[in-house]
Nanobody, 119 residues
Framework: QVQLVESGGGLVQPGGSLRLSCVAS????????MSWYRQAPGKERELVAI????????MYVDSVKGRFTISRDNAKNTVYLQMNSLKLEDTAVYYC????????????WGKGTLVTISS
């Protein structure tokens, strides 16, 4: 079965950096786009970034453009989110998601990793 396991969250001061990882299993990772979402306390989950099957196709929400970079290593079945210049408002639980497509009829989500930005 599809499994997504995020890691790399933690407590960071404003202006700091973190790199999140999401290891996927149970499907052919290289054939699927991947996404990062986040959900801040009291807010709805929002899309942060999307990457196609290769690093050449990416998209970001405006609030993270120029600060976050999504990438993937198909040999390691892993998608990353490099987060730089972190702000207080980046505090959230970050989730990776495999979108539905082909024989996969639903979106698949990891359990999330908590990122806290605080001075």
């Amino acid at each position: 079965q599809v499994q997504l396991v995020e890691s790399g969250g933690g407590l960071v001061q404003p202006g700091g950096s973190l790199r999140l990882s999401c290891v996927a299993s149970g499907y052919t990772f290289s054939r699927s786009a991947m996404s990062w979402y986040r959900q801040a306390p009291g807010k709805e989950r929002e899309l942060v970034a999307i990457i196609g099957t290769t690093d050449s196709s990416t998209m970001y929400v405006d609030s993270v453009k120029g600060r976050f970079t999504i990438s993937r290593d198909n040999a390691k079945n892993t998608v990353y989110l490099q987060m730089n210049s972190l702000k207080l408002e980046d505090t959230a639980v970050y989730y990776c998601m495999k979108p539905r497509g082909g024989s996969y009829l639903v979106n698949y989500w990891g359990k999330g990793t908590l990122v806290t930005i605080s001075s």
